[in-house]
């Protein structure tokens, strides 16, 4: 066989084995402008007259309240995580920190444990406190979930910065405060943008917590969807319109950083 | 600074009692405090109060039958017959999507990394599966994919002639693998791709000039390189997947022996409501974890130490 013919070929196989990988994500977002009658037919259709019923069930299921609360709740953790890890990485990339590894294993153990270790306690001290089915209350656990892997990665990108140019600004007599925020965070926005994606990311589709520590009032759009498994009688389209809407701004936003995902997926290890 | 000025700046602090700048050190713990004070109330406390729990004899359905108990809810747990499934669940579930994972973004990787026409967006719809909202993608998997009526597996069956399958109830291992593996593998196949794309071009090159063949090629020198890669991959793949806990709440419910160790705590302690019980799990899946995570701890802290600086 040739060689271009060869490339040719893995090109086909490579084309086939994406869009089969792609398919259940294509057939989500089909079947969510279908009518519902088409989307529950036993023959899966291709072409239908696009409808946005299915989008209208969702919402009038209240969707609208529950992405408000995802979007409150991934954004506080995000801004609780990024606050607090840019001067913890900076501290342990830059400034010499007595025991650098041990800080750094507890950084990391912390993002190991289980969920499932630390929820039966923030349960039972968010009840007793009155604090269950508040969504601040959610982000704030969040914030703490992520916050290991936020630091982990600002870290990577914080060794980066040439101690020269930090040294420079000492000499010019600048504090603490001016060092990091002036001088090196304006180098390793790239990072903070990655570490805040990634806590954005898993924030959003968190399950597990937001089942346990939410009701009616906190509910985000995961356990909302999980609702659905309860569902009677035909209801693919609405299930669909609804999937598509929460797994929407994820989607985007991991297109848009295709790039910092594999840095902040691999918590810095890998640039 | 390189990883040799890390090691003489080490050295000097080993040897030397360094020229201690008590007010920067002072300022280092101060900018790491914050977060370490948050991460002790919200992580370590918590654990330490499961650990607790797992002491007492505590069922809120009987809220004054309540007091110390000592490890009989350990004992229970071993003697139930529901912890050992559970932890092989756990085990199995995490060893098989991690492996197939790994393998099928070994694949693509490969795939994704000679050019061709499209290759960024197929990159790009490759990416996907990672990106979509667990709860979504278990739904999705168990409605539109595996469902017996309205499936598109089992409507290939059928237009095959082949038997139907209700796949979530008659192989749920199967069915929550297979979800995870497709959740996962974009996840290997970015790190897998970055570290096909880190190799060194000369090399490749020298080889090929050398004769060797594409097969040896990948096997003695893109293997070897790609190794610290599927490390990553797979320690931080199994400890995400350890946790699992949306598909089987979703496709299975645990029955069928996929209930994981998550998912059993979660029954004993929000449906059975015996919160000493559900502690004993939990310090069970902690144990767990910390084993699986020591052999990836080690590994990661090789890579970070060595050449995650630079």
């Known amino acids: ?271 | 600074m390189s990883v040799t000025e890390l090691d003489a700046v080490e050295a000097e602090a080993a040897t030397e009692p360094r020229r201690v700048n008590k007010k920067e050190l002072r300022a280092a713990r101060g900018l790491l405090l914050p977060a370490v004070i948050f991460l002790v109330l919200l992580t370590q406390v918590p654990f330490v109060v499961t650990i607790v729990y797992s002491l007492l004899r505590w069922n809120l359905l009987y809220p004054n039958d309540r007091g110390f108990t000592g490890i009989s809810n350990y004992v229970s747990a071993l003697t139930s017959g529901d912890l050992w499934p559970s932890i092989v669940a756990t085990v199995l579930i995490t060893a098989f999507s991690v492996i197939l994972s790994v393998a099928l973004g070994m694949l693509f990787a490969i795939l994704l990394d000679r050019p061709f026409r499209g290759r960024a967006v197929a990159r790009t719809l490759m990416i996907t599966p990672f990106l979509v909202m667990p709860a979504a993608a278990s739904l999705i998997w168990k409605y539109s994919m595996f469902d017996t009526n309205i499936g598109i597996l089992n409507w290939l069956s059928r237009t095959l002639g082949l038997p139907v399958v209700s796949w979530s109830t008659e192989h749920p291992m199967l069915s929550v693998v297979i979800v995870l593996t497709w959740q996962f593998t974009p996840f290997m196949m970015l790190i897998l791709l970055a570290g096909l794309q880190g190799q060194d071009k000369g090399i490749l090159e020298a080889a090929q000039v050398d004769g060797a063949g594409t097969w040896r090629t990948f096997t003695w020198i893109t293997l070897p390189h790609l190794r610290m890669y599927v490390e990553i991959g797979v320690l931080l793949g199994s400890v995400i997947i350890l946790q699992v806990f949306d598909p089987i709440a979703i496709l299975t419910k645990g029955t069928g022996g996929t209930k994981t160790l998550a998912y059993l705590l979660y029954e004993r302690a929000f449906i059975g409501l015996d919160v000493g019980q559900a502690a004993a799990y939990g310090v069970v899946t902690v144990i767990l974890t910390i084993i699986v995570a020591t052999v990836a701890l080690r590994t990661l802290f090789k890579v970070f130490m060595a050449g995650g600086s630079r």
């Open chain 1, 1 to 271: 066989m040739n060689r271009s013919l060869r490339g040719s070929l893995v090109t086909l196989v490579t084309w086939v084995l994406v869009l089969a990988f792609f398919f259940p994500v294509f057939w989500m977002i089909l079947n969510g402008f279908k009518p519902e009658s088409v989307a529950s037919s036993v023959n899966p259709k291709l072409f239908f007259t696009p409808s946005t019923e299915g989008y209208q069930l969702a919402m009038d299921r209240g969707m609208k309240g529950y992405l408000l609360n995802s979007v409150t709740a991934a954004v506080t953790a995000t801004v609780v995580a990024v606050v607090l890890a840019i001067p913890a990485a900076y501290a342990l990339s830059i400034r010499r920190v007595k025991n650098v590894e041990n800080a750094l294993s507890f950084f990391i153990s912390t993002r190991f444990m289980p969920l499932a270790a630390v929820v039966l306690p923030l349960f039972m001290i968010l009840k007793t406190l009155g604090l269950l089915d508040n969504i601040y209350v959610l982000a704030i656990v969040y914030g703490a979930v992520n916050l290991p892997v936020a630091v982990w990665m600002m870290r990577s990108f914080f060794l980066e910065v040439p101690f020269e140019i930090i040294e420079a600004a000492r000499v010019d007599g600048a504090g603490l405060g001016r060092e990091i925020f002036r001088v090196a965070l304006p180098l390793v926005l790239p990072g903070v943008a990655s570490a805040a994606l990634i806590t954005f990311i898993f924030s959003w589709n968190e399950y597990f917590l937001a089942t346990l520590l939410t009701s009616s009032a906190a509910r985000t759009t995961p356990p909302f969807l999980g609702s659905f498994v309860d569902g009677r009688g035909q209801f693919l389209a609405v299930l669909s319109a609804a999937a598509t809407i929460a797994a929407l701004p994820v989607i985007v936003a991991g297109w848009a950083a295709q790039k910092q995902l594999v840095r902040g997926l691999s918590m810095g290890a890998i640039k």
